[in-house]
Nanobody, 121 residues
Framework: QVQLVESGGGLVQPGGSLRLSCAAS????????MRWYRQAPGKQRELVAT???????NYADSVKGRFTISRDNAKNTVYLQMHSLKTEDTAVYYC???????????????WGQGTQVTVSS
């Protein structure tokens, strides 16, 4: 079975920085696109950043210029470096990845359990 585990969340003051990590483990033949989503209380889940298999990044307008997504394929890990954090960035951040668990398997979306990011003074 494939499992994604996020880490690095916590409480930070406005203007501060955090680095989130998401490590995939289990049966993995290949990892393709990797993404970060977030969901604030009472709001819909939104896409924050995507990084493709050829390392091409894309960002939501709300985080462009402040967040950086990257991946380490040797560690099956995706990162989200967050700078200049705002109170409106407060949310549970979820890792998502398109993974082929076995060479004969159909690629599927997998999700982590989420990590809380709270931006408050």
């Amino acid at each position: 079975q494939v499992q994604l585990v996020e880490s690095g969340g916590g409480l930070v003051q406005p203007g501060g920085s955090l680095r989130l990590s998401c490590a995939a483990s289990g049966s993995i033949f290949g990892i393709y696109a990797m993404r970060w989503y977030r969901q604030a209380p009472g709001k819909q889940r939104e896409l924050v950043a995507t990084i493709t298999s050829d390392d091409s990044p894309n960002y939501a307008d709300s985080v462009k210029g402040r967040f950086t997504i990257s991946r380490d394929n040797a560690k099956n890990t995706v990162y989200l470096q967050m700078h200049s954090l705002k109170t409106e960035d407060t949310a549970v951040y979820y890792c998502n990845a398109v993974i082929r668990a076995e060479r004969w398997a159909i690629p599927d979306d997998y999700w982590g359990q989420g990590t809380q990011v709270t931006v408050s003074s």
